[in-house]
């Protein structure tokens, strides 16, 4: 099963190649470079560590939306032009085929992340922009494994890539939304308002917290103790039920 999955992995890499990807990513990296140049011409004190945030901000942005993006259209395309039913023609099980794409896609997000942050080695610590760039990898982990489990599940690119979307901002917005949620501002202690107090804790506690992975705040004081850690217990656990939900979706799926 290893060399099935191997090979999976490299054809679906191939694919990124051929679809000039790579390309895009390189026009990325010369425009976030125009972009921190410019941006430090406008900072009146602390350039780098204004241009490495600022930059920071945007990389993440770009790679997470790419990388859901092309996951969706890529599966899409494989159903529609039948390639999804001539592989499992071969000897191939339902279990090869889904680790073979997930890790295609995921050393793709690899490459485009590692590119990415070349243009911040420029304005940040070399330290803290390693952990920054592991955050990163195991963010986009759970947004692919999610991009997957919403193809199989809609077989619709826009709605598909709507809640990917939808996923990814609440997830990394959900802490200041339950900050909002108790303000004293808000306090009225009615049905209503405890009611709504209950929704966001409970849409909370299954989402996972991106607000406190791939922080832009690291590159400039650091991160903090038991941060990585944080962030590898949170991904193991998303992406085991991400992966499972995906799985079973993919066997429930008809040829």
Known sequence: MSDKIITIAWYTFLEAARNRLFLLTLTGLISLLGIA???GELA???TRPIQAVFIASIARWFIVMTSALFVITSMVREF?????ELILSLPVSRTAYYLGKYIGFIILSLAVSVSLCLVLIIYADLAPLAGWLFSLVCEIAIIVAMSMLCLF???NITVAFIVVLA????SRS?????LLSVSPILESHSFSQEFMNAMVNAIAYVLPDLNNFTRSDWLIYGIEENSL???LVQTFIYLGILMAAGLFDLYRKEM
Do not use: C, H, S
Request: charged fraction near 20%; aromatic fraction near 24%; hydrophobic fraction near 45%.
């Open 174 to 178: 959900m802490e200041a939304i339950q």
């Open 44 to 46: 009146i004190t602390e």
């Open 229 to 231: 850690g944080f962030v």
């Open 80 to 84: 529609n032009d039948k390639g999804f």
């Open 153 to 155: 599940t809609f077989n």
């Open 37 to 39: 140049e410019f941006t």
């Open 167 to 170: 996923f990814y901002v609440l």
